[in-house]
T-cell receptor, first 114, second 112 residues
């Protein structure tokens, strides 16, 4: 079983729809990241969360540490939001610190139709 | 633009060959991470350097090696290449352990 699980794997939406992508993890973490990868291949960091909620434009990310779950929401979706969205976690070490590297989910491929 | 520069963007080479991928981190970032993204495995951590020293190792093959130079740029060396090494290789950098990491555009390696 992967340490980071995302759902759904694929998502098709109509322009304007509200979109939710979910991420569950099974390890203790110091932070959770949401990343966006466009078809060209580059990876952009959208959010880094350790608690609560963050908002940037039409994107909202939430995390529930007790339930080991995070969601990424896109309001008023647009075809330019079409991309792969990747959840990644930074593992908390036994000494309370943080590993440097990220562990990734498999990604959610989002396609927004006009 | 993340500020992380990777070269080359694309590389096509034959099996058995050796290649070097280069990464220049963001100004001031001491940590460099290398990740491999293949179709079947997704994104996987290879290795981390911090201020010139190896800090952590992930699923890196013995045929692969890396180093970080005094000017903080890093190189990933892949040798005895196999078809299965074809993948996107990403470099990321952060100012410190646990800080937000910024990704380069990746190097797409095709082994034929």
């Amino acid at each position: 079983k992967n340490e980071v699980e995302q759902s759904p794997q694929n998502l098709t939406a109509q322009e304007g729809e509200f979109i939710t992508i979910n991420c569950s993890y099974s390890v203790g973490i110091s932070a959770l990241h949401w990343l966006q990868q466009h078809p060209g291949g580059g990876i952009v960091s959208l959010f880094m969360l350790s608690s609560g909620k963050k908002k940037h434009g039409r994107l909202i990310a939430t995390i529930n540490i007790q339930e080991k779950h995070s969601s990424l929401h896109i309001t008023a979706s647009h075809p330019r939001d079409s991309a792969v969205y990747i959840c990644a976690v930074r593992v908390r070490t036994q000494y309370g610190g943080s590993q440097g590297n990220l562990i990734f989910g498999k990604g959610t491929k989002l396609s927004v139709k006009p | 633009d993340s500020g992380v520069t990777q070269t080359p963007k694309h590389l096509i080479t034959a099996t058995g060959q050796r290649v070097t991928l280069r990464c220049s981190p963001r100004s001031g970032d001491l940590s460099v991470y290398w990740y491999q993204q293949s179709l079947d495995q997704g994104l996987q951590f290879l290795i981390q350097y911090y201020n010139g020293e190896e800090r952590a190792k992930g699923n890196i093959l013995e045929r692969f090696s890396a180093q970080q130079f005094p000017d903080l740029h890093s190189e990933l060396n892949l040798s005895s290449l196999e078809l299965g090494d074809s993948a996107l290789y990403f470099c990321a950098s952060s100012v410190a352990q646990g800080a937000e990491a910024f990704f380069g555009q990746g190097t797409r390696l095709t082994v034929v």
